[in-house]
């Protein structure tokens, strides 16, 4: 166990509709990296968060969006959804700072588009 | 842009024998580290190792250890005594270790790795 707590688990939901990803980091982590993992695009960062403020985005789509809440918890909002955003979305935490460098990664939400 | 590259989409072992996973990077860097990522059927990404690119001892995590050939650019992981809870997809990773870069993580495709009993 990671000490990173993502929620829900699994996720269906149709074309067109928004759903909120949710994730706790482990107690002390400052930053939230979001990922996302698909089949035909491998894992791919989308955004990092550090204490409340984005430090970095990746291939993140306009449509989603992410925040960071003064409990140190994070959100990532996924609207407008399409088929080719089903896919394993992973939440990791960090202390981040300069010596400690590794990422926790949660169990991930699976998400379905139908 | 750094890269990662795993040319070995898929590997297997006999059970209690040792394997070598590959892994090749890109980057114009000197300072960064490197992770080597463990996805069981279960799908958590469980982190099995990592090694600081200034550090020239390769890590070695109980049956777990890497050869890293920084001249090379090359980060192998090598499993001994492999068991069956081994199975698993294997993910390379890369990470920037430059204060102000974002800290975003590199991964490989992954090598998926089967363990024969």
């Known amino acids: 166990d990671s000490g990173v707590t993502q929620t829900p688990k699994h996720l269906i939901t149709a074309t067109g509709q928004r759903v909120t990803l949710r994730c706790s980091p482990r107690s002390g982590d400052l930053s939230v990296y979001w990922y996302q993992q698909s089949l035909d695009q491998g894992l791919q960062f989308l955004i990092q968060y550090y204490n409340g403020e984005e430090r970095a985005k990746g291939n993140i789509l306009e449509r989603f969006s992410a925040q960071q809440f003064p409990d140190l918890h994070s959100e990532l909002n996924l609207s407008s959804l399409e088929l080719g955003d089903s896919a394993l979305y992973f939440c990791?935490?960090?202390?981040?700072?300069?010596?400690?460098?590794?990422?926790?990664f949660g169990p991930g939400t699976r998400l379905t588009v139908l | 842009a750094q890269t990662v590259t795993q040319s070995q989409p898929e590997m297997s072992v006999q059970e209690a024998e040792t394997v070598t996973l590959s892994c090749t990077y890109d980057?114009?860097?000197?300072?960064?580290?490197l992770f080597w990522y463990k996805q069981p059927p279960s799908r958590q990404m469980i982190l099995v190792i990592r090694?600081?690119?200034?550090?020239?001892q390769n890590a070695t995590e109980n049956r777990f250890s890497v050869n890293f050939q920084k001249a090379a650019k090359s980060f192998s992981l090598k499993i001994s005594d492999s068991q069956l809870g081994d199975a698993a997809m294997y993910f390379c990773a890369y990470r920037s270790a430059v204060l102000g870069r974002d800290d975003k993580i590199i991964f490989g495709k992954g090598t998926r790795l089967h363990i024969l009993p």
């Open positions: 990791a935490s960090s202390v981040d700072d300069a010596y400690t460098d590794t990422q926790y």
């Open positions: 090694q600081e690119a200034y550090k020239q």
């Open positions: 980057t114009s860097e000197s300072d960064y580290y």
